[in-house]
């Protein structure tokens, strides 16, 4: 059987999954690194889409997630998270990046997806340490899909070697694949 959880290098924009997660900031109007990524490729109807849940429901808090659709991206729909900015460790920054993981999984499963793709949330700019994220995403991802049937595929995805082979890491560990 085919892991449910899977690594792998490279753009995550590129992907045909239902939902791509974006690692966005707070005021999810776009920024650099993944999310610049995301929204230049998406085009100008994903930050329409921003704009309208931000006027809803103004600012998006670390740990939350909330959903828009796609524009140009061959995903069907957009899950914008917040992580932690890494602060040394002291100011709940691993619940928080545990949240905007289990968050993103709880919103696509909500909307009836069941493929998602997950950037090394808060590991560029908000300076979370590589393997310590990385544990967080697979230890957070795979206690959710524990008895929870519906996601069929989890794919970790990272723009670099050095991320990639942490994450290879870990699951071999699970027992998962990539
Ligand atoms: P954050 O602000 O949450 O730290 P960044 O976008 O700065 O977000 O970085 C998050 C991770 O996304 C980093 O590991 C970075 O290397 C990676 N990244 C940047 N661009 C892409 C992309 N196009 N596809 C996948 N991952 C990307």
């Not at 924009?13 to 239902?18: G, M």
């Not at 100008?44 to 429901?57: D, I, M």
């Not at 619940?95 to 009836?112: C, H």
């Not at 069929?152 to 699970?174: G, I, P, R």
Request: with cysteine; glycine share 10%; aromatic share 6%.
């Amino acid at each position: 059987m085919q892991p449910r959880m899977q690594v792998l290098q490279g753009d995550i924009t590129t992907l045909e999954v239902d939902v791509i997660v974006n690692a966005a900031n707070s005021s999810l109007l776009g920024g650099g690194g993944v999310d610049g990524a995301i929204h230049r490729a998406a085009g100008p109807e994903l930050l329409k889409a921003c704009q309208q849940v931000r006027q809803q429901q103004g600012e998006c808090p670390p740990g939350h997630s909330v959903i828009t659709t796609a524009g140009n991206l061959r995903a069907k729909a957009v899950i914008h998270t917040v992580g932690p900015v890494w602060h040394g460790g002291g100011e709940h920054e691993a619940r928080l990046l545990e949240d905007a993981y289990r968050n993103s999984l709880l919103l696509a499963e909500a909307n009836g997806y069941t493929s998602i793709a997950f950037p090394a949330i808060s590991t560029g700019v908000y300076g979370y340490p590589k393997p310590a994220a990385a544990e967080i995403a697979v230890n957070t991802v795979s206690a959710h899909l524990i008895r929870r049937p519906q996601l069929q595929q989890v794919l970790f995805v990272c723009f670099d070697a050095e991320t990639a082979h942490l994450y290879q890491h870990l699951l071999t560990q699970q027992g998962e694949e990539s």
